[in-house]
């Protein structure tokens, strides 16, 4: 008896996780079997996460893929990866340290002369905690937004050639929490919760800094979209601290959804046609949303756009 009654209450609880899992979890997928052949993807921080899962996607495809990664081991074992998994073999590492405009410089500079086409750029690299850049800025907010935006700019031409072309932001929901403090955004940060707060400053930057791409791309058939991919088991968490990971980690594997879930968002704005007219606008499980009004604030964007040229070495 005793044990029919826990075989009903296993079975309960599996039936009640699964309902969550399908219905909250896993998120929505991208659907559209749309070709890449012949086109060039870019995308920062594919190595691993996301990033890696979403490359894989559009590897298969059939587009030339780009891992743009900070350490040479570690992707080229993706690259390695992504090639058997998808076969196919237009799949290349290139070095890109975010923490270092001269890094994002070379790297531009690099790209440019070895690649004729860019049709989709995906700013997907990010880091969660850390304190200062090589520059000198926070380094969460160059990391996640300033260097997107140095790299972009330096790329923008080669995407204007090879339109239609598109710009995917991976940006979070935690910018409901951010704040965009002209004054201090920029500086260098210690301890957990400042490294928490920069972070979801920085993803509030991405949804502002999409909105003011897709302004001054008007007409030129070049759109931009940022993505929030959803709560997603990917390496994100790793400098968690010790003591909380007993608790993190249980609630990761139960609630977060796995890194081809998390891919989706990114994979339907890079490919999904006719959303070209929500150009700057966010999306998640594959569908538009609206941000917290705070991340659709025009003069901040506006702002934001002409502070970022300031510290990237733009303007004077
Ligand atoms: N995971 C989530 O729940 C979640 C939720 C919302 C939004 N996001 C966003 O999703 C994006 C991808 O994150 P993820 O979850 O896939 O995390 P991840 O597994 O940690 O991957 C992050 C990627 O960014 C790269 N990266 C970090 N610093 C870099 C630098 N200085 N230069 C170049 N590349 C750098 C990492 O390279 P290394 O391997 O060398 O460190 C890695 O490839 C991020 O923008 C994140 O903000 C994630
Ligand atoms: C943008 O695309 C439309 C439709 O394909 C085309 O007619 C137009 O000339 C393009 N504009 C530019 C600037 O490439």
Redesign the pocket.
């Known amino acids: 008896m005793a044990a029919a009654e826990a075989l009903a209450g296993v079975a309960l609880a599996l039936g009640l996780y699964a309902l969550l899992y399908y219905n909250f979890i896993k998120g929505a997928t991208c659907k559209n079997e749309t070709s890449l052949r012949g086109k060039t993807v870019l995308i ?9 899962a979403t490359a894989l996607d559009l590897a298969r495809r059939g587009a030339r893929i780009i891992l ?4 040479r081991r ?1 992707g080229e074992s993706a690259v390695y990866d992504i090639r058997r998994e998808s076969g196919n073999n237009e799949v290349l590492f290139m070095s ?4 270092s405009f001269k890094s994002v410089r070379a790297f531009a500079a690099s790209f440019l002369k070895s690649e004729p086409r860019l049709d989709i750029l995906i700013n ?5 905690s850390g304190s200062r850049s090589s520059d000198g800025f926070n380094l969460v907010f160059q ?2 937004h300033l ?1 997107h935006f140095l790299l972009t700019h330096l790329l923008l031409e080669r995407m204007k050639q090879c339109a239609p072309s598109r710009v995917v932001v ?5 910018h409901q929490t951010g704040k965009i403090d002209f004054q201090n955004i920029h500086k260098p940060v210690g301890g957990h919760l400042a490294g928490f707060q920069s ?1 979801c400053n920085s ?1 509030l930057a991405n949804i502002l800094y999409t909105r003011e791409l897709a302004n001054r791309l008007e007409g030129t058939n070049v759109t931009c979209y940022a993505v ?11 400098h968690i601290s010790v003591w909380l990971k007993p608790l993190f980690l249980p609630i990761c594997w139960l609630f ?1 959804r796995d ?1 081809t879930n ?1 891919a989706q968002t990114s994979i339907y704005c890079a490919t999904e046609e006719g959303i070209e007219k929500y150009s700057g606008r966010y999306f998640a499980n594959c569908r538009l949303h609206d941000p917290k009004p705070h991340a659709r604030d025009d003069a901040v964007a506006k702002k934001l756009w002409e502070v970022s040229e300031r510290m990237a070495g733009l303007v004077n």
Not at 44 to 52: P, R, V
Not at 96 to 99: G, K, Q, S, Y
């Open positions: 920062t921080g594919g190595n691993t996460g996301i990033g890696k743009a990664c900070r350490d570690r890109l340290d975010l923490a997907n690299a990010g880091v969660g990391v996640n260097s991976v940006a979070s929901k935690a972070y993803k929030h991919p959803g709560l997603v088991k990917s390496d994100f968490f790793r977060f890194t998390g």
